[in-house]
């Protein structure tokens, strides 16, 4: 597919304040799973006019699709609906997440599974058909600026967590969101 009119990918955040509380996630990631499903609650008891949440996708190696998926989700992020779409694509990953990842991260059904696939899945699941901008090749910016962005930070695994421009190593997914709320309004 070839096309002239520029591809523009909302970025992934949330809120307006000044604290700012940037995450690293793997989309099948349980960790990373167990923290998005945080992140409105989140942001209501710090408040949007309190804090800004940034999303930024992690692709890692071990988990076999995470290249494809991450791409889905960035691509859907290009639609109309913007950070909307692509919050649906995160949410359906982390809601089936057996759909999407391999068992022990090397065996299971998923070995049998296509690119197309698991492309199905995505759209099937969230409802957001991304495909015409899953095709275009200059998404491959849009997917490297992430992927710098992590790097140019020290971040390798996920989820990581970063308030106001500094990774909090002992911040987790398995943290309270108040214990949160705390750390980014501090």
Known sequence: MT????????????????????????????????????????????????????????????????????????????????????KAVLKAVGDHREEFEFTDHCTGPNLDATPNDIINRLEQYSGINAREAFARPDLQNVIKWHSKYSRQNGIHVSPTFMVNGLVQADIGSGDEISSWAKRIQS
């Open 3 to 86: 096309t002239n009119k520029p591809l523009n990918a909302a970025p992934l955040l949330w809120g307006h304040g000044k604290n700012v509380f940037d995450v690293f996630l793997e989309p099948t990631c349980p960790y990373s799973v167990r923290a998005f499903n945080k992140f409105d609650a989140l942001l209501a008891e710090v408040g949007e006019d309190n804090m800004t949440l940034k999303i930024h996708l992690q692709s890692q190696p071990w988990h076999m699709y995470s290249g494809l998926i991450v791409r889905y989700i960035l691509a859907a992020s290009t639609l109309p609906e913007g950070k909307e779409a692509a």
